[in-house]
């Protein structure tokens, strides 16, 4: 790995060295490094470029880190990781794309996971986008998350993409089974003529099944989002979505929550707010001292926190 | 310390112009001065004048001697004036530690933070941590408000309405706090206010009404005449009257 490659793992998994536990890095389309331990297997696919990642049942406190990292200019990839989570586990598993262009040429990834996650298991996922280079290449990623949860089955997924990714679609599905909690927490920073577009539909289809998908948004100049949350209550189940994005200069945001309720028994709600930073916030902390950009600054920062 | 040289503050409402500050000259040079008068009278507009939230129509502002008038709310709170909301502003995604810090201007530990915190009553440990957004209540809000300005220590401290949203106990300490900033800081404190106990720990009182100073002078000097009543609306005294 160069200086490059590892400093856009540092940005997307905070990896500083080789980490604890079970881990996977692919840079350039190349296995680069792989650990595996007593509870955590991964294995390379063989119909198709991707691993699976075996988690024994009743594995606790372990992690997977599987990072990517593109610094050739003009490659295109599609990756397929499968994770099969036993029964009882609870792990963190991060992911995340780094892609560094400083060609001419556009640089694509496209993450497919898929996560089997067993009964009572407990699953952090974290995920991570960060594009960087001064090439006029642009930098692409498409991540599609699809969850499946069993029984009591936990699982929290975190995302960030707040630097330098030209374009985005983000795809993510989950079927939701008894008792089983997904929940998502999203966070996007779009500037320039950046697109982002991000698309939740969850099936609720256990009785005590939950989802809460929340996404916080901050568009600068001339980029666009669009938010889509369709949630789908089949049974006895309770599903929120939430949409706050903040829009600045020239940029355009669009919310489109949609539920289903299929169920007399499914409590299912909506919020979806888009405004500009407000005036009195930004005069409270100039009466501190701040500058009106220094305000913004830290307006930004703690809503994207 | 804080001057007024024949300010007046119009709006425009209905194609005509309101006065809202009718040319007002005052030098406010008190450790303690509360600002006391019927609603609408112009008080929270005078405390906007002097954060520079809003600029006279006409008229010179002077803090310490120095023409603030054209000055941005920046440049004022950064010359030492600091003013707390009457309604106290909410964040999404901001700690009570984040204002804290932003508010005392420099790197400060958690236990300094906290001490803030402790001297408006709030247990700190509770509330550093928290979020400034819709789950805290009006008067953990204004609490939090009143330590930001603490925390920033400077010369002048404007307070408009700090007792709004406070509850009865509560209020007790309330009093407690601005006794103990008064004892502690050397800055002085302007207080806008209704509230009868605050009047009474004031060194000078303003008493404005309609946008005119009506009285200004020591406590002993104006706070009598306060509570006999004789500044009341006069619709208001008969319908007592009429009782």
Redesign the interface.
Known sequence: MDEIQRQLIREIAGLHEVPQGAYNFRVNGQLDGRAVTENINIVTKEDKPGIDIIIKPGTKNESVHIPVVLSQTGLKESVYNDFFIGEDCDVTIVAGCGIHNGGDKASEHSGIHSFFVGKNSRVKYIEKHYGEGDGNGERIMNPTTHVELSEGAYLEMETVQIKGIDSTKRTTSAVINDNATFIVKEKIMTHGKQEASTDFSVELNGEGSSTDVISRSVAKDDSKQTFYARISGNNKCSGHSECDAIIMDRAVVRAIPELTAADVDASLIHEAAIGKIAGEQLIKLMTLGLTEQEAEDQIIKGFLK | MLEFQNVSYNVSEDNSEKEIIKNINVKIDGRFTAITGPNGGGKSTMAKLI?G?IKPTSGRILFDGEDITDM???DR??KG???G?QQ??R?????VN??IT??A?RKIDITEACSYLSEVGLCAKDYIGREVNASLSGGELKRIEIA?VIA?GTALSVFDEPEAGIDLWSFKSLIKVFENMYKKQGGSIVIITHQERILEIADRILVLNNGAIEKYGTREEIFPGLMKGDIACSALTKACDID
Do not use: C, H, N, W
């Open positions: 954060a939230i941005s709310i920046t709170a950064r004036i600091s003013y909301f106290p502003v964040f999404k995604g901001l700690t984040d204002l932003m508010a201007g930001m920033r």
